[in-house]
Structures are given as C-alpha cells and as structure tokens.
C-alpha cells in the first residue's frame, strides 16, 4: 500500500575533489561507478560494476555495449583513470581511487577489466555526523488534504542528526526505490504523542529488497533537539 510512493530514480552525479583517507573498495554489483579520464579533454563516463575479484581486478560493463567505437581514444588498455562511486547507507561518502585498463573483453558481452585499487580515498557528503539509532518509525507524503491521510511506509531509522536520517523499510520488489518529495517522518515516542518531522527525500537504493531513503529535515530545529534530547544524544555531535 505504502509503495504507491515509489518510483525509479537515476544514478546521482559524484563531486571531482576527494581528500586522501584509505578506505577498502566495497560496493554491490549492479551499482553504477564514475569513470574519468583525461586524454587530452576530459572525459567522464557511467558504467554498472558487474563484479570484482580482491586484489586483482574490478569487472564493469562496458558503456557502449554495442560497439559504436564512441570512446574507443578512452577507453583502451593501459588507460588511466579515476573511479568514484557513492557509498549511502549510514557512512554517506563519496569514495574514488586511480585504477589502470588492464583489459577489455569482447564475448560473451563487452566488459571493461580495471586494477584493482591499492587504495580507495574517501570524502563524508554530510556537514553533520549521524548518530546511529534503531527506531521503529513511517514516512508519509504530505498531503494538501488534510482529512486525507497519505500512505505510509513503515520501516526503521538507522541514523540521525539535526539534519536529517536515514531511514530504511523492506519490500518485495528489488527495483523500487522512493521518490524525491515532501514527506513527514513520523516517529513515536515512548508515553507521548507521535513526533510528526516536516522533511523532503534526497535519494534512496534498493538492497536487494532493502530500501535505504535518504531524508533531509526541512525547519524542524526546535522538535529535532527536542527528539535527540529524548534519545540522549548530543546535538553538538549529531
């Protein structure tokens, strides 16, 4: 009933400068990566990681899959590049590491070979640390209507700060995701009212049935602090 919410969104797009800081590679296949090269101009390509092998390569489809020959001056063996990608989730991080061509295959599909990184630098997306929390709550469209109740979506938050959470529900269908809007967060507290939080989507990803929503608050300073006064958290931290 709650996934009336839920739409399809596109691959977001990953800021150029990332501060050294060594991370592992860790991302699921199927996700998309941010390929860029410089040769001479430069050029930045989306591509779906199919698959890695520790230490020995990253396998990602190719982008031009039909063999258009397009970046055939790009993508070519011995090439340099960056790859960035988007870890969500509670860590919120943009992550990228230079990584080497090492081959590119044409059957049974074409598929790009790249090194698999020494290591992988990492930047936080978020100007406040989240706590990590586990809250049953629901999220809800806001609706004009105020004698008409939205659908809602029951699920968990896993993290918060004064700025927003993370939020996170399961579904049977692996493809949906939720759509960018105004929603309410609806959490509800132990002998008191339902706190009810003014917010709006940023992004969202489907885990294999888990739906990981990214949520921003929108001017509700005052029942925030109130919130993390409840859950004991420190609003200097959060």
Known sequence: ????????TTAKQIDAQVPSNEQFFELLPGKNV????????????KAILVGYEVGKYIL????????????????????????RYIVEGDKGECCA???????????PERFIY???????????????QRVSVHIPAEITMQNDDKDKPGMRISGIVIDIS??????????QNLKVSVKKRDIFVIIRNSGG????????????GNDRGKVHVGIAFVDADK????????????????
């Open 34 to 45: 941010d390929l860029q090269f410089k040769t001479p101009m430069l050029v930045r390509l």
């Open 193 to 204: 009212d339902p706190v009810r939080i003014p917010a709006r989507v940023c992004n969202s």
């Open 162 to 171: 004064e700025r927003g959470c993370g939020f996170i529900f399961r579904s």
């Open 97 to 107: 590491f230079r990584s080497t061509i090492t081959h590119i295959s044409q059957y």
């Open 60 to 83: 990602l489809k190719h982008p031009d899959p039909k063999g258009d020959n397009s970046h055939k001056d790009v993508l070519k063996e011995g090439n340099v590049g960056v790859i």
């Open 114 to 128: 790249l090194s698999y990184p020494e290591h992988v630098e990492n930047r936080q997306l978020r100007l406040n």
């Open 223 to 238: 029942q925030i602090k109130e919130l993390l006064k409840q859950l004991f958290i420190n609003s200097d931290v959060a």
């Open 1 to 8: 009933m709650g996934e009336s919410l839920i739409i399809a």
